[in-house]
């Protein structure tokens, strides 16, 4: 996995892409983690659908605990700063409301 640096907000953060190879074979992830791991998405390209691995989430209690799928209203084709920039604005964002899903319907999403 080959990291690149980017920092958003004056925070620094390390991207990567990755093809899955245990829950969603053949799909390609970009992934983005802070430099403490607290910060720590998996974003399914193409899609509106992000993995939270980390703590620091907002609006989201529970993060941190386990993975939690939820749907996005950023999309995306390439990992381009701008796409990152937009997914970790919106994370650490407030939101009204977040709609979870379970990784079984990620599949035929």
């Not at 390609?28 to 989430?57: A, C, M, N, Q």
Request: aromatic share 12%; hydrophobic share 40%; proline share 6%.
């Amino acid at each position: 996995m080959n990291k690149q640096e980017i920092v958003v907000n004056r925070r620094t953060f390390y991207w990567s892409i990755r093809q899955d190879d245990k829950f969603l074979p053949g799909h390609t992830f970009l992934d983005i983690i802070s430099p403490d791991r607290k910060f720590h998405i998996g974003y399914l390209l193409g899609s509106d659908l992000i993995i939270v691995k980390g703590s620091e989430f907002s609006d989201l209690p529970e993060a941190g605990l386990q993975w939690q799928w939820i749907e996005t209203p950023i999309k995306g084709q390439q990992a381009a700063p701008r796409l990152i920039k937009n997914l970790v604005d919106w994370a650490l964002s407030p939101k009204e409301k977040i709609k979870r899903l379970h990784y079984k319907y990620i599949d035929s999403h």
